[in-house]
């Protein structure tokens, strides 16, 4: 009996704890038809006192959704700039199908997001999984990007080239087993000192534990997981055309599916100081902001360092 107490309420607070965020802004939906399914993609679409012409799309990483860019959209707006902020299709809000994803699905979906809305012009800020999608839609959709921001991007190195391959029913066994403790556990590592601020964060990546059909939520995120690992964009960083900034936080050691690797095998990979100066040489022209003791999201830990050198370089 007392065994059956101490579960009810392990699983009480846990639902207490995953329990909705409130986004900072009105969610939409646009209804997009991808492999033959109907898919509804949420998307806010934040918008300033006063406009100043200018718009600004935002790409949020793989563990994160639309909540986390919540200050971010507002000193965006009370400088002028119109915000749009999707949930990309598998992440937050929108509809988690079984389909195969890509960047260039994603990407595609986002410029059918700004066509509804008569957007032709954005600049892109992508964070984490965001900054290689953000290299995509500036590669695919370089006429409708005018300034580029990356911040503290995955996809700097191949993963595949020392990442051991999974099969996408082992990930899936591990997404499927995931609850808000392992999802703290692991956002804990971004920060090189946690805060109490920071458990909403959790909390809005914990929304998924409370899905119905948690399993195809798993489901979803295995296949993203899929796509990182196999659709590297670093290759392509030299084409980049779009003047861009690099904000990095020095302490990020982020490597996707880091946990696979030896202790000494992973001290060799995610050294994000490196990695950023080699992200600078690769895009031409581009400049290079590294923050020290900040780790994988400058815009939460650093919001006052990062506002001023985003709006600086969007304002030049």
Same mark, same amino acid.
């Given at each position: 009996? *007392? ?43 934040? *918008? ?54 890509? !960047? ?9 997001? &700004? ?40 996809? &700097? ?56 059909? !948690? ?21 392509? !960083?030299?084409?980049? *055309? ?35 100066? *080699? ?38």
């Amino acid at each position: 009996m *007392k065994c059956i107490l101490i579960l009810l309420l392990f699983l009480f607070s846990t639902q207490l704890r995953a329990q909705e965020v409130m986004y900072p802004h009105p969610i939409n939906y646009i209804k997009l038809t991808i492999e033959g399914q109907v898919v509804k993609m949420a998307y806010m679409d934040a *918008k300033p006192a006063k406009f100043n012409g200018k718009t600004v799309l935002l790409f949020h990483g793989k563990n994160f959704n639309g909540y986390y860019w919540k200050d971010v959209i507002s000193f965006l707006n009370n400088s002028g700039y119109r915000v749009i902020v999707p949930d990309q299709v598998g992440w937050g809000r929108s509809e988690k199908p079984n389909i195969h994803y890509g !960047f260039h699905l994603l990407a595609a979906n986002t410029m059918q997001l &700004l066509d509804s809305l008569a957007i032709n012009k954005v600049h892109v800020i992508g964070h984490s999984m965001g900054g290689m999608l953000a290299t995509r839609f500036a590669l695919m959709f370089p006429d409708v990007v005018n300034k580029l921001i990356y911040e503290n991007p995955i996809g &700097l190195e191949d993963y595949k080239t020392f990442i051991p391959y999974q099969k996408v029913e082992e990930q899936y066994e591990k997404e499927v087993k995931a609850n808000y403790d392992d999802y703290k556990k692991y956002q804990q590592t971004y920060y090189p000192v946690w805060k109490p601020e920071y458990e909403q964060y959790i909390k809005a990546q914990a929304e998924s534990l409370n899905d119905s059909d !948690f399993a195809k939520t798993a489901w979803a995120n295995a296949l993203t997981y899929q796509m990182i690992y196999e659709q590297p964009v670093v290759y392509e !960083f030299k084409n980049i *055309k779009q003047s861009t900034l690099i904000i990095i936080g020095l302490e990020d050691r982020t490597v996707v599916g880091k946990n696979l690797l030896s202790k000494e095998e992973s001290a060799k990979y995610g050294q994000y100081p490196l990695l950023g100066k *080699k992200l600078k040489a690769e895009i031409k022209g581009s400049t290079l902001v590294e923050l020290k003791g900040v780790g994988h999201i400058p815009h939460i830990q650093v919001p006052q360092v990062y506002r001023q050198h985003v709006l600086r370089f969007l304002k030049d």
